[in-house]
T-cell receptor, first 114, second 116 residues
């Protein structure tokens, strides 16, 4: 069964550094999402992306965050200047059409900010 | 704003016993509801979904869930739990935005432990 693939599985970065998290969504999917889960807390929506632009973003997704689909297969989340509070598990998800289709999640990237 | 409440943080059941995980939602319109499972070190795997129609939905791994509009609930059930079901379970509701995409609002999760 096709899967959403995320790399790396664990990223350790110094505070203030830029980090890029990578995702390869399922190939025929059109909608792409990022979520994060701070340790011990809920999974939270960050952003949705469709047709090469952001559809929706949460208040968490401030100017430090950006997303990009640089080619036909990858979907990336960039954090420009990381803070300690960015430490979390970041999940990428994708779905075929939006309505009535479930989102399929990757295994996540654990981001640790030192 | 929509929200999801999972009142049980941690549940322990014996292998072979039945299971019910509770989920209550708050949403202004007809909700689209999901249950996901997360094993340690893994991502979120979809167990089942409710969009419309029959209020009792069947999912993978022998799970089912019942949508009860009058109680704003979407409880997950399994008649006989296996040791491999030990994981964390998340209930979620979809909030649709424009262009057909939607964001999921998750509950805090219920951790299930299974004892032999």
């Amino acid at each position: 069964e096709p899967e959403v693939t995320q790399t790396p599985s664990h990223q350790v970065t110094q505070m203030g550094q830029e980090v890029i998290l990578r995702c390869v969504p399922i190939s025929n999917h059109l909608y792409f999402y990022w979520y994060r889960q701070i340790l011990g807390q809920k999974v939270e929506f960050l952003v949705s992306f469709y047709n090469n632009e952001i559809s929706e973003k949460s208040e968490i997704f401030d100017d430090q965050f950006s997303v990009e689909r640089p080619d036909g297969s990858n979907f990336t989340l960039k954090i420009r200047s990381t803070k300690l509070e960015d430490s979390a598990m970041y999940f990428c998800a994708s779905s075929t059409t939006g309505v009535n289709q479930p989102q399929h999640f990757g295994d996540g990237t654990r981001l640790s900010i030192l | 704003a929509q929200s999801v409440t999972q009142p049980d943080i941690h549940i322990t059941v014996s292998e072979g016993a039945s299971l019910e995980l509770r989920c209550n939602y708050s949403y202004g319109a007809t909700p689209y509801l999901f249950w996901y499972v997360q094993s340690p070190g893994q991502g979120l795997q979809l167990l089942l979904k409710y969009f419309s129609g029959d209020t009792l939905v069947q999912g993978i791994k022998g799970f089912e869930a019942e949508f009860k509009r009058s109680q704003s609930s979407f409880n997950l059930r399994k008649p006989s739990v296996h040791w491999s079901d030990a994981a964390e379970y998340f209930c979620a509701v979809a909030l649709y935005s424009g262009a057909g995409s939607y964001q999921l609002t998750f509950g805090k999760g219920t951790k299930l432990s299974v004892i032999p």
